[in-house]
């Protein structure tokens, strides 16, 4: 069951939002990551993502996984 808490989930939209950014350039990309990420994900979803970004953040795409490091800040 892929819950929006799951995180195969959580990466999967995490790298979507990512796919959007992606022409912006790194900088660009990383603060429009971590401000939609902040924005609109609940705080549940967020502290899944850390816990899974802190865990090694398999599968997430490289802006994703430093837009989420600047968040965790």
């Known amino acids: 069951m892929h819950t929006s808490t799951s995180p195969d989930r959580l990466i999967y939209m995490a790298n979507q939002i990512g796919s959007f950014f992606d022409s912006q350039g790194h900088d660009h990309a990383v ?4 401000e939609h990420i902040r924005k609109f994900w609940d ?11 802190d865990a ?3 599968g997430l795409k490289p802006n994703v996984r ?8």
Do not use: C, Q, Y
Not at 31 to 34: E, L, P, T
């Open 31 to 34: 603060a429009g990551i971590a």
């Open 43 to 53: 705080p549940r979803m967020r502290k899944k993502i850390f816990e899974h970004l």
């Open 56 to 58: 090694g953040g398999a």
């Open 66 to 73: 430093d837009a989420l490091a600047t968040l965790k800040k």
